[in-house]
Protein backbone atom coordinates (compact mmCIF):
# COMPACT_ATOMS: atom_id res chain seq x y z
CA UNK A 1 0.00 0.00 0.00
CA UNK A 2 1.42 3.35 -0.82
CA UNK A 3 2.45 5.72 2.01
CA UNK A 4 -0.08 8.39 2.90
CA UNK A 5 2.89 11.11 2.43
CA UNK A 6 3.78 9.78 -1.10
CA UNK A 7 -0.32 10.06 -2.33
CA UNK A 8 -0.18 13.38 -1.23
CA UNK A 9 3.07 15.33 -1.11
CA UNK A 10 2.93 19.04 -0.66
CA UNK A 11 0.74 19.79 2.60
CA UNK A 12 3.10 22.64 3.29
CA UNK A 13 2.21 26.11 2.03
CA UNK A 14 3.81 27.44 -0.56
CA UNK A 15 6.92 29.91 0.02
CA UNK A 16 4.10 32.93 -0.59
CA UNK A 17 2.14 31.69 1.57
CA UNK A 18 4.76 30.84 4.68
CA UNK A 19 5.58 34.61 4.11
CA UNK A 20 1.83 35.83 4.50
CA UNK A 21 1.47 33.37 7.52
CA UNK A 22 4.13 34.92 9.00
CA UNK A 23 3.31 38.31 8.20
CA UNK A 24 -0.57 37.63 9.41
CA UNK A 25 1.04 36.21 12.61
CA UNK A 26 2.88 39.05 13.70
CA UNK A 27 0.11 41.23 12.61
CA UNK A 28 -1.85 39.25 15.15
CA UNK A 29 0.63 39.42 17.86
CA UNK A 30 1.34 43.18 17.83
CA UNK A 31 -1.95 44.72 17.05
CA UNK A 32 -5.13 42.26 17.27
CA UNK A 33 -4.24 40.42 20.71
CA UNK A 34 -3.32 43.72 22.49
CA UNK A 35 -6.88 45.38 21.50
CA UNK A 36 -8.93 42.51 22.46
CA UNK A 37 -10.11 44.24 25.33
CA UNK A 38 -10.73 47.32 23.70
CA UNK A 39 -12.67 45.58 21.13
CA UNK A 40 -14.75 44.59 23.81
CA UNK A 41 -15.14 48.28 25.24
CA UNK A 42 -15.87 49.30 21.91
CA UNK A 43 -18.30 47.16 21.54
CA UNK A 44 -20.60 47.38 24.46
CA UNK A 45 -20.30 51.24 24.32
CA UNK A 46 -21.20 51.48 20.76
CA UNK A 47 -24.43 53.21 20.53
CA UNK A 48 -26.02 52.63 18.46
CA UNK A 49 -25.18 48.63 19.12
CA UNK A 50 -24.08 47.63 16.01
CA UNK A 51 -21.84 49.87 15.08
CA UNK A 52 -18.79 48.17 13.84
CA UNK A 53 -15.82 49.28 17.06
CA UNK A 54 -13.63 51.60 15.79
CA UNK A 55 -10.59 49.62 16.64
CA UNK A 56 -11.49 47.27 13.67
CA UNK A 57 -11.98 49.96 11.11
CA UNK A 58 -8.29 51.14 12.52
CA UNK A 59 -6.76 47.73 11.70
CA UNK A 60 -8.54 47.07 8.62
CA UNK A 61 -6.98 50.54 7.04
CA UNK A 62 -3.50 48.94 8.49
CA UNK A 63 -4.00 46.07 7.24
CA UNK A 64 -5.14 46.74 3.99
CA UNK A 65 -2.11 49.04 3.65
CA UNK A 66 0.15 46.25 4.90
CA UNK A 67 -1.17 44.29 1.67
CA UNK A 68 -3.09 41.44 4.39
CA UNK A 69 -6.24 41.72 2.16
CA UNK A 70 -8.38 39.58 0.60
CA UNK A 71 -6.25 37.01 1.48
CA UNK A 72 -8.93 34.31 0.99
CA UNK A 73 -9.93 34.59 -2.39
CA UNK A 74 -8.35 33.44 -5.48
CA UNK A 75 -8.43 34.87 -8.96
CA UNK A 76 -7.79 38.29 -10.27
CA UNK A 77 -9.69 39.64 -7.35
CA UNK A 78 -8.16 38.48 -4.53
CA UNK A 79 -4.86 37.41 -3.32
CA UNK A 80 -4.53 34.44 -5.61
CA UNK A 81 -3.71 31.93 -2.97
CA UNK A 82 -4.50 28.59 -3.30
CA UNK A 83 -7.25 26.83 -0.57
CA UNK A 84 -3.92 25.36 0.75
CA UNK A 85 -2.37 28.15 1.25
CA UNK A 86 -5.14 30.18 2.75
CA UNK A 87 -5.15 27.71 5.80
CA UNK A 88 -2.78 28.73 8.04
CA UNK A 89 -3.45 32.26 7.47
CA UNK A 90 -7.29 31.61 8.23
CA UNK A 91 -5.78 29.46 11.54
CA UNK A 92 -3.85 32.02 12.50
CA UNK A 93 -6.75 34.85 12.33
CA UNK A 94 -9.33 32.05 13.80
CA UNK A 95 -7.36 32.70 17.37
CA UNK A 96 -9.61 35.96 18.03
CA UNK A 97 -12.99 35.88 16.98
CA UNK A 98 -13.51 39.53 15.07
CA UNK A 99 -9.59 39.02 13.65
CA UNK A 100 -10.83 38.17 10.01
CA UNK A 101 -12.54 41.08 9.36
CA UNK A 102 -9.69 42.82 9.79
CA UNK A 103 -8.40 41.45 6.82
CA UNK A 104 -11.31 41.27 5.07
CA UNK A 105 -11.90 37.33 5.21
CA UNK A 106 -14.98 37.05 7.50
CA UNK A 107 -18.00 35.54 7.21
CA UNK A 108 -20.51 35.87 5.67
CA UNK A 109 -18.55 38.41 3.50
CA UNK A 110 -16.42 36.05 2.46
CA UNK A 111 -18.67 33.58 0.75
CA UNK A 112 -21.06 36.48 -0.61
CA UNK A 113 -17.78 38.17 -2.18
CA UNK A 114 -16.74 34.65 -4.03
CA UNK A 115 -20.62 33.96 -4.87
CA UNK A 116 -20.20 37.38 -6.78
CA UNK A 117 -17.15 36.97 -8.48
CA UNK A 118 -17.90 33.86 -9.96
CA UNK A 119 -21.50 34.34 -10.74
CA UNK A 120 -22.44 37.93 -10.61
CA UNK A 121 -22.62 39.76 -13.98
CA UNK A 122 -20.37 42.72 -14.41
CA UNK A 123 -23.39 45.03 -13.46
CA UNK A 124 -23.76 43.17 -10.29
CA UNK A 125 -19.77 43.08 -9.13
CA UNK A 126 -19.40 46.93 -10.11
CA UNK A 127 -22.73 48.00 -7.60
CA UNK A 128 -21.69 45.38 -5.14
CA UNK A 129 -18.38 43.46 -5.24
CA UNK A 130 -15.87 45.94 -5.69
CA UNK A 131 -17.29 47.91 -2.31
CA UNK A 132 -16.66 44.42 -0.07
CA UNK A 133 -13.45 43.62 -1.81
CA UNK A 134 -12.88 47.34 -0.52
CA UNK A 135 -14.11 47.16 3.22
CA UNK A 136 -16.58 49.46 2.73
CA UNK A 137 -19.98 47.64 2.99
CA UNK A 138 -20.64 44.43 4.55
CA UNK A 139 -23.23 41.99 3.92
CA UNK A 140 -25.52 39.10 5.01
CA UNK A 141 -26.57 35.57 3.40
CA UNK A 142 -30.33 34.68 4.15
CA UNK A 143 -31.10 31.23 3.66
CA UNK A 144 -32.66 29.38 6.63
CA UNK A 145 -36.31 29.92 7.95
CA UNK A 146 -37.33 28.89 11.31
CA UNK A 147 -40.47 27.01 9.85
CA UNK A 148 -39.37 24.45 8.46
CA UNK A 149 -36.23 22.09 8.76
CA UNK A 150 -33.65 24.11 6.39
CA UNK A 151 -30.76 21.83 6.88
CA UNK A 152 -32.31 20.48 3.30
CA UNK A 153 -32.66 23.50 1.16
CA UNK A 154 -35.59 22.36 -0.62
CA UNK A 155 -37.79 22.93 2.10
CA UNK A 156 -36.86 26.53 1.42
CA UNK A 157 -40.25 28.81 1.54
CA UNK A 158 -39.50 31.82 1.03
CA UNK A 159 -41.47 33.14 -2.08
CA UNK A 160 -39.71 35.14 -5.27
CA UNK A 161 -41.66 35.99 -7.88
CA UNK A 162 -41.62 37.36 -11.01
CA UNK A 163 -43.59 40.44 -11.28
CA UNK A 164 -42.89 42.38 -14.83
CA UNK A 165 -39.01 43.81 -14.45
CA UNK A 166 -39.30 43.10 -10.86
CA UNK A 167 -38.82 40.02 -8.64
CA UNK A 168 -41.46 39.80 -5.25
CA UNK A 169 -40.00 38.36 -2.17
CA UNK A 170 -42.12 37.36 0.71
CA UNK A 171 -40.61 34.85 3.28
CA UNK A 172 -39.21 34.63 7.23
CA UNK A 173 -35.30 34.26 7.38
CA UNK A 174 -33.52 33.56 10.94
CA UNK A 175 -30.25 33.48 11.74
CA UNK A 176 -29.31 36.12 9.21
CA UNK A 177 -25.80 36.74 10.46
CA UNK A 178 -24.61 40.46 10.03
CA UNK A 179 -26.97 41.76 9.08
CA UNK A 180 -27.91 43.55 12.22
CA UNK A 181 -24.55 45.85 11.46
CA UNK A 182 -24.67 49.27 10.07
CA UNK A 183 -22.05 48.29 7.43
CA UNK A 184 -24.23 45.41 6.29
CA UNK A 185 -25.82 47.26 2.54
CA UNK A 186 -26.49 43.80 0.90
CA UNK A 187 -28.76 40.72 1.62
CA UNK A 188 -28.29 37.62 -0.32
CA UNK A 189 -31.63 36.19 -0.18
CA UNK A 190 -32.45 32.32 -1.16
CA UNK A 191 -36.33 31.30 -1.68
CA UNK A 192 -38.26 29.73 -4.06
CA UNK A 193 -38.83 31.36 -8.08
CA UNK A 194 -40.61 27.45 -9.12
CA UNK A 195 -41.47 25.80 -6.45
CA UNK A 196 -43.79 23.23 -8.65
CA UNK A 197 -40.98 22.31 -10.59
CA UNK A 198 -40.73 18.00 -10.23
CA UNK A 199 -36.96 18.26 -9.93
CA UNK A 200 -36.74 19.87 -6.54
CA UNK A 201 -33.26 20.98 -7.02
CA UNK A 202 -34.57 23.69 -9.42
CA UNK A 203 -37.03 25.09 -7.20
CA UNK A 204 -34.69 27.41 -6.14
CA UNK A 205 -33.13 31.18 -6.99
CA UNK A 206 -31.15 33.82 -5.25
CA UNK A 207 -31.47 37.34 -5.43
CA UNK A 208 -29.84 40.68 -3.92
CA UNK A 209 -31.92 42.61 -2.06
CA UNK A 210 -30.72 46.09 -0.75
CA UNK A 211 -31.03 46.14 3.50
CA UNK A 212 -32.52 49.32 3.11
CA UNK A 213 -35.40 48.41 0.07
CA UNK A 214 -38.82 49.11 1.83
CA UNK A 215 -40.45 45.69 2.71
CA UNK A 216 -37.21 44.22 4.52
CA UNK A 217 -38.34 44.32 8.41
CA UNK A 218 -35.93 43.57 11.25
CA UNK A 219 -37.62 41.40 13.60
CA UNK A 220 -35.19 40.07 16.26
CA UNK A 221 -31.72 39.39 16.64
CA UNK A 222 -31.23 35.60 17.47
CA UNK A 223 -28.91 35.03 20.71
CA UNK A 224 -26.48 31.81 20.73
CA UNK A 225 -26.24 30.37 24.49
CA UNK A 226 -27.36 34.12 25.30
CA UNK A 227 -24.28 36.03 23.06
CA UNK A 228 -26.12 38.69 21.05
CA UNK A 229 -22.82 38.73 19.46
CA UNK A 230 -23.13 42.74 18.46
CA UNK A 231 -22.08 44.46 16.37
CA UNK A 232 -22.86 41.68 13.81
CA UNK A 233 -26.06 40.12 14.93
CA UNK A 234 -28.18 36.99 13.98
CA UNK A 235 -31.31 38.66 12.78
CA UNK A 236 -34.64 37.15 12.04
CA UNK A 237 -35.76 39.11 9.17
CA UNK A 238 -39.15 39.66 7.74
CA UNK A 239 -39.87 40.17 3.83
CA UNK A 240 -42.74 41.32 2.81
CA UNK A 241 -43.64 42.23 -0.81
CA UNK A 242 -40.20 43.32 -1.05
CA UNK A 243 -40.01 44.33 -4.71
CA UNK A 244 -36.23 44.35 -6.50
CA UNK A 245 -35.46 44.91 -10.29
CA UNK A 246 -35.41 41.62 -12.22
CA UNK A 247 -31.59 42.10 -12.65
CA UNK A 248 -31.03 41.28 -9.15
CA UNK A 249 -31.54 37.73 -9.74
CA UNK A 250 -27.69 35.83 -9.23
CA UNK A 251 -27.17 33.47 -12.17
CA UNK A 252 -30.92 32.48 -13.37
CA UNK A 253 -34.07 31.51 -12.08
CA UNK A 254 -33.47 27.58 -10.73
CA UNK A 255 -29.52 28.68 -10.34
CA UNK A 256 -29.99 28.84 -6.37
CA UNK A 257 -29.37 25.43 -4.97
CA UNK A 258 -26.16 24.97 -7.63
CA UNK A 259 -24.68 28.35 -6.12
CA UNK A 260 -25.31 27.69 -2.44
CA UNK A 261 -23.16 23.94 -3.20
CA UNK A 262 -20.66 26.44 -4.74
CA UNK A 263 -20.58 28.79 -1.74
CA UNK A 264 -20.94 26.20 0.93
CA UNK A 265 -17.88 23.81 0.13
CA UNK A 266 -15.06 26.60 0.77
CA UNK A 267 -17.24 28.17 3.62
CA UNK A 268 -17.34 25.01 5.35
CA UNK A 269 -13.56 24.91 4.86
CA UNK A 270 -13.14 28.18 5.84
CA UNK A 271 -14.28 27.37 9.04
CA UNK A 272 -12.95 24.36 9.85
CA UNK A 273 -9.76 26.62 9.50
CA UNK A 274 -10.54 29.43 11.69
CA UNK A 275 -11.82 26.42 14.52
CA UNK A 276 -8.60 25.00 14.43
CA UNK A 277 -7.36 28.38 15.35
CA UNK A 278 -9.52 28.76 18.10
CA UNK A 279 -8.60 25.53 19.49
CA UNK A 280 -5.00 26.00 19.26
CA UNK A 281 -5.02 29.21 21.38
CA UNK A 282 -7.39 27.20 23.72
CA UNK A 283 -4.54 24.27 24.42
CA UNK A 284 -1.66 27.06 24.91
CA UNK A 285 -4.21 28.34 27.34
CA UNK A 286 -5.00 25.20 28.91
CA UNK A 287 -0.82 23.88 29.01
CA UNK A 288 0.17 27.83 30.95
CA UNK A 289 -2.91 27.76 33.38
CA UNK A 290 -2.38 24.18 34.25
CA UNK A 291 1.43 24.93 34.92
CA UNK A 292 0.78 27.98 36.77
CA UNK A 293 -2.11 27.27 38.98
CA UNK A 294 -1.92 25.34 42.08
CA UNK A 295 -4.20 23.14 43.30
CA UNK A 296 -4.40 20.45 46.53
CA UNK A 297 -0.73 21.50 46.63
CA UNK A 298 0.84 21.43 43.71
CA UNK A 299 0.31 22.54 40.05
CA UNK A 300 -2.89 21.66 38.18
CA UNK A 301 -0.45 20.17 35.72
CA UNK A 302 0.82 17.27 37.72
CA UNK A 303 -2.71 15.75 37.68
CA UNK A 304 -2.74 13.10 35.49
CA UNK A 305 -6.36 13.60 34.33
CA UNK A 306 -4.80 17.15 33.28
CA UNK A 307 -1.86 16.03 31.48
CA UNK A 308 -4.15 13.72 29.65
CA UNK A 309 -6.34 16.42 28.55
CA UNK A 310 -3.33 18.28 27.18
CA UNK A 311 -2.13 15.65 25.51
CA UNK A 312 -5.67 14.49 24.05
CA UNK A 313 -6.15 17.95 22.57
CA UNK A 314 -2.77 18.27 20.68
CA UNK A 315 -3.56 14.47 19.03
CA UNK A 316 -6.71 15.98 17.98
CA UNK A 317 -6.06 19.15 16.70
CA UNK A 318 -3.19 17.72 14.81
CA UNK A 319 -5.74 15.49 13.50
CA UNK A 320 -8.30 17.84 12.52
CA UNK A 321 -5.58 19.98 11.07
CA UNK A 322 -4.11 17.18 8.58
CA UNK A 323 -7.40 16.59 7.24
CA UNK A 324 -8.64 19.81 6.29
CA UNK A 325 -5.08 20.76 4.92
CA UNK A 326 -6.26 17.24 2.85
CA UNK A 327 -9.32 18.57 1.94
CA UNK A 328 -7.81 21.95 0.79
CA UNK A 329 -5.33 20.14 -0.90
CA UNK A 330 -7.89 18.28 -2.79
CA UNK A 331 -9.89 20.99 -3.92
CA UNK A 332 -7.15 22.56 -5.30
CA UNK A 333 -6.46 20.05 -7.36
CA UNK A 334 -9.53 18.47 -8.14
CA UNK A 335 -12.52 21.26 -7.69
CA UNK A 336 -14.46 21.39 -4.75
CA UNK A 337 -16.71 18.38 -6.06
CA UNK A 338 -14.03 16.32 -6.16
CA UNK A 339 -13.26 17.05 -2.52
CA UNK A 340 -16.71 17.03 -0.79
CA UNK A 341 -15.88 13.90 0.68
CA UNK A 342 -13.20 15.36 2.29
CA UNK A 343 -14.93 18.78 3.00
CA UNK A 344 -17.82 16.54 4.55
CA UNK A 345 -15.40 14.86 6.91
CA UNK A 346 -13.69 18.34 8.09
CA UNK A 347 -17.10 19.67 8.76
CA UNK A 348 -18.26 16.48 10.87
CA UNK A 349 -14.98 16.27 12.39
CA UNK A 350 -13.26 20.20 13.25
CA UNK A 351 -16.23 21.63 15.17
CA UNK A 352 -16.59 18.63 17.05
CA UNK A 353 -13.01 18.77 18.03
CA UNK A 354 -13.04 22.21 18.74
CA UNK A 355 -15.31 22.01 21.43
CA UNK A 356 -13.87 19.48 23.23
CA UNK A 357 -10.15 20.72 23.02
CA UNK A 358 -12.60 24.45 24.25
CA UNK A 359 -14.29 22.45 26.73
CA UNK A 360 -11.27 21.45 28.58
CA UNK A 361 -10.12 24.27 28.91
CA UNK A 362 -12.96 26.03 30.22
CA UNK A 363 -12.49 23.06 32.85
CA UNK A 364 -8.69 23.81 33.73
CA UNK A 365 -9.69 27.42 34.07
CA UNK A 366 -12.81 26.71 36.31
CA UNK A 367 -15.00 29.69 36.93
CA UNK A 368 -12.56 31.76 34.80
CA UNK A 369 -13.02 29.63 31.70
CA UNK A 370 -17.09 30.98 31.52
CA UNK A 371 -16.52 34.30 32.51
CA UNK A 372 -15.27 37.34 29.85
CA UNK A 373 -11.86 37.09 31.23
CA UNK A 374 -10.95 34.68 28.75
CA UNK A 375 -12.04 34.08 24.96
CA UNK A 376 -13.25 30.54 25.59
CA UNK A 377 -17.04 31.30 26.14
CA UNK A 378 -17.50 32.84 23.36
CA UNK A 379 -15.13 29.91 21.17
CA UNK A 380 -16.99 27.79 22.55
CA UNK A 381 -20.48 29.04 21.17
CA UNK A 382 -19.50 29.21 17.88
CA UNK A 383 -17.43 25.75 17.71
CA UNK A 384 -20.87 24.18 19.44
CA UNK A 385 -22.85 26.49 16.86
CA UNK A 386 -20.86 25.33 13.30
CA UNK A 387 -22.20 21.97 14.24
CA UNK A 388 -25.37 23.42 13.17
CA UNK A 389 -24.44 25.94 10.23
CA UNK A 390 -23.71 25.43 6.96
CA UNK A 391 -25.30 21.81 7.56
CA UNK A 392 -25.52 19.73 10.38
CA UNK A 393 -23.47 16.73 11.77
CA UNK A 394 -26.05 14.42 10.67
CA UNK A 395 -26.94 15.49 7.17
CA UNK A 396 -22.83 15.53 6.70
CA UNK A 397 -22.68 11.94 8.24
CA UNK A 398 -25.46 10.64 6.49
CA UNK A 399 -24.53 11.78 3.15
CA UNK A 400 -20.84 10.48 3.75
CA UNK A 401 -21.75 7.46 4.67
CA UNK A 402 -24.11 6.92 1.73
CA UNK A 403 -21.42 7.67 -0.69
CA UNK A 404 -18.82 5.36 0.75
CA UNK A 405 -21.82 2.40 1.01
CA UNK A 406 -22.12 3.02 -2.90
CA UNK A 407 -18.44 3.12 -3.38
CA UNK A 408 -17.10 -0.24 -1.47
CA UNK A 409 -20.61 -2.28 -2.13
CA UNK A 410 -19.99 -1.37 -5.37
CA UNK A 411 -16.03 -2.28 -5.50
CA UNK A 412 -16.87 -5.88 -3.48
Not at 92 to 105: D, T
Not at 164 to 169: L, N, P, Q, T
Not at 238 to 254: D, H, I, K, S, T
Amino acid sequence: MTAFADQNPGLDPSPRAAELQARVSAFMAAHVGPNEHRYDEQAQANLPRYTTPQIVQDLKALARAEGLWNLFLPGEHGAGLSNLDYAPLAEAMGRVMWASEVFNCSAPDTGNMEVLAQYGTPAQQQQWLMPLLRGEIRSAFSMTEPEVASSDATNIRCSIRRDGGDYVINGRKWFTSGALNEDCKLLIVMGKTDPDNPNKHLQQSMVLVPKDTPGVKLIRNMTVYGYGHAPVGHPEIEYENVRVPAANMLLGEGRGFEIAQGRLGPGRIHHCMRLIGCAQRALELMARRASSRIAFGRPLGDHGSVREDIAHSFCEIEQARLLTLRAAQTMDRNGNKAARELIAAAKIVVPSMAARVIDRAIQVHGGMGVSQDTFLAEAYTYARFIRIGDGPDQVHLSQLGRTLLQRYSAAS
